[in-house]
């Protein structure tokens, strides 16, 4: 529970008696004025900053571990209003700005930004990798899509990398090792379709122009024999269409992806131009 110090003055607690508590360890000072009546947890911290500064805005990773997009912070971060400053704890960042009013909203009953804002500005403070992650696993799930195109539109701060973003993104595919093959192969200037159907056959990735389908397989691949025998008929029909097709473990996308794209990339364009792919 967050208690203010002029809340607490209000309930007739003497300025002593705060001060005594505080030494005693009942009463947390998390910021200036504000303290905590136990041990302070995530969302009393963020409870804390809306008390201390009732201007700020949850935002970046604290707003997007809120609405389950990221693991808890061991940073927190908010914005407040261009003109205001304020020294912060070290457990505490604090960015200047003022933000539209369209970009807010409520999660559990703190003033953060909408999901997609949210995802603009953790792209602006995560490594490249965590951002690739965290737009394969969000866009089209917990973040709309057409709210993320309306942010390109109508905003500079940070478009470019959200436009890159979408550009990169693997929208379609299934699992994490796809999401990582599909992005890779696109760095490289190959965009395939996900997921796509070739007559009956649903294939993880297809380059119709090479006639390649690539295929990421699981720990579960070959785990049944009906499986096997069902996917040795599959191979073979898509064979004898022409179609060549490369396989790869899930364990190789994670422990030599640039190996196993590259190796993909270079069949495919070899196909492109006329070329066996050996």
């Not at 003109?83 to 559990?108: A, I, N």
């Not at 737009?135 to 089209?140: H, K, Q, S």
């Not at 790869?248 to 066996?276: F, H, M, Q, S, T």
């Amino acid at each position: 529970m967050i208690r203010t110090r002029s809340e607490l003055l209000g309930e007739g607690i003497s300025p002593t008696t705060i001060a005594d508590r505080c030494r005693r360890g009942e009463y947390i000072r998390l910021l200036p004025g504000t303290y905590c009546l136990a041990a302070p947890t995530a969302l009393t911290r963020c409870r804390a900053i809306v008390a201390w500064l009732p201007s700020a805005i949850i935002t970046h990773r604290t707003a997007a571990w809120l609405q389950g997009m990221l693991p808890q912070p061991t940073l927190f971060e908010a914005t407040v209003p261009k003109s205001m400053y304020r020294k912060t704890p070290p457990w505490l960042r604090l960015y200047r700005r003022d933000l539209p009013c369209e970009w807010t909203g409520e999660t559990w009953d703190l003033p953060t930004t909408s999901p997609a804002p949210t995802l603009l500005d953790c792209l602006t403070v995560l490594s490249s990798t965590d951002a690739d992650r965290l737009v394969d696993e969000t866009l089209g799930r917990t973040v709309a899509l057409h709210d993320v195109l309306d942010l390109c539109r109508t905003s500079r701060r940070g478009s470019p990398a959200l436009r890159r973003q979408l550009h990169e993104a693997a929208l379609h595919a299934a699992s994490d090792p796809e999401r990582r093959f599909a992005r890779a192969l696109t760095k490289r200037g190959l965009n395939l379709l996900n997921n796509h159907w070739i007559g009956q056959y649903c294939c993880d990735f297809v380059d119709e122009r090479s006639r390649t389908i690539i295929e990421i397989d699981g720990r579960e691949f070959h785990s049944a024999p009906t499986v096997f025998r069902s996917d040795r008929r599959r191979q073979n029909a898509l064979l004898l269409d022409g179609w060549l097709i490369l396989r790869y473990a899930a364990a190789d996308v994670y422990g030599a992806l640039d190996a196993c794209v590259d190796e993909a990339a270079n069949a495919i364009r070899r196909r492109r131009r006329g070329k066996p792919a050996h």
